[in-house]
C-alpha cells in the first residue's frame, strides 16, 4: 500500500519557470512533511517541510503548499535555475504510537530546468 | 559542525554473503533511521536506533539487523544477501525526541549484489 502518491514522474520546465510537484496521503495520522532533493550518486537533502498547522510555508525561492482536509501537499520552486535539476521526493511522518518518526516517501519527481 | 558520513561509498557482494554498512551521525544527533533506496524509487524505512536502542522497523526480513554505539555512530548488517538486496543504503541522522522526524541523510552506501 503505497501511503504518499507523487506527482508527475517527470517534469521539464524552462528556466524562470515555477515547477509544481503534488503530493497526497492516506494516514491521516501523519503530522510532518519535508521535501527532499537529491543529485544523482548523493544522498537526499532535506529542502523544506511543514507541520498541519499552517497551510503554507516559503524558505528562499522554495514554497510548500499543505492542504489537510484534501491531504495534499504540493512544492513550488520559484524562478527556477538549471542547477535545480534534480529528483525530489516528498515524505510524511507521524510523531506518535506505532511507526512514529518513520518517513514514508513518495516515488519521485525527476525535474529537468532548461536554460 | 560534521554531516552525517558513510561507508564505504560501494560495494560489491555475491549472492549468499553477509555485508556490514557504516554510518557515523551528525554532531549532536542520537537517532539514526537506515534506508534502502531501489533504483527509481523513493526511500523505504529498514529501522531506527534511538541511544543504542531499536525504536521501530519497517517491513524488511530478520536478516537485516543494526547496531547503534554509544558513540551514536550505527551499523547496518545484512545476512544471505539476495539480488533484491541490490540498491543504495541510506543512513539518516536526527535529534530524538520531537525532532527524530527532521532526518539529515548521508551520501549513501551503493551495494552490488551478484
Known amino acids: 500500500q503505497q501511503q504518499v502518491k507523487q506527482s508527475p514522474q517527470s517534469l521539464i520546465v524552462q528556466k524562470g519557470g515555477i515547477p509544481i510537484i503534488n503530493c497526497a496521503y492516506e494516514?491521516?495520522?501523519?503530522?510532518?512533511f519535508p521535501w527532499y532533493q537529491q543529485f544523482p550518486g548523493k544522498g537526499p537533502a532535506l529542502l523544506i517541510a511543514?507541520?498541519?498547522?499552517?497551510s503554507e510555508k516559503k524558505e528562499g525561492r522554495f514554497t510548500i503548499s499543505f492542504n489537510k482536509s484534501a491531504k495534499q501537499f504540493s512544492l513550488h520552486i520559484m524562478d527556477s535555475q538549471p542547477g535545480d535539476s534534480a529528483t525530489y521526493f516528498c515524505?510524511?511522518?507521524?510523531?506518535?504510537?506505532?511507526?512514529?518518526?518513520?518517513?514514508?516517501f513518495g516515488k519521485g519527481t525527476k525535474l529537468s530546468v532548461i536554460p | 559542525e560534521t554531516g552525517v558520513t558513510q561507508s564505504p561509498t560501494h560495494l560489491i557482494k555475491t549472492r549468499g554473503q553477509q555485508v556490514t554498512l557504516r554510518c557515523s551521525s551528525q554532531?549532536?544527533?542520537?537517532?539514526v533511521s537506515w534506508y534502502q533506496q531501489a533504483l527509481g524509487q523513493g526511500p523505504q524505512f529498514i529501522f531506527q536506533?534511538?541511544?543504542?536502542?531499536?525504536?521501530g522497523r519497517g517491513n524488511f526480513p530478520p536478516r537485516f539487523s543494526g547496531l547503534q554505539f554509544p558513540n551514536y555512530s550505527s551499523e547496518l548488517n545484512v545476512n544471505a544477501l539476495e539480488l533484491d538486496d541490490s540498491a543504495l543504503y541510506l543512513c539518516?541522522?536526527?535529534?530524538?525526541?520531537?525532532?527524530?522526524?527532521?532526518?539529515?541523510f548521508g551520501p549513501g552506501t551503493r551495494l552490488t549484489v551478484l
Open positions: 511543514i507541520r498541519p498547522d499552517v
Open positions: 539518516a541522522s536526527s535529534l530524538g525526541g520531537a525532532s527524530a522526524d527532521t532526518q539529515y
Open positions: 554532531s549532536g544527533h542520537n537517532t
Open positions: 494516514n491521516t495520522a501523519f503530522d510532518y
Open positions: 515524505a510524511a511522518s507521524k510523531g506518535s504510537g506505532a511507526g512514529s518518526y518513520q518517513l514514508t
Open positions: 536506533y534511538y541511544r543504542e536502542e531499536e525504536n
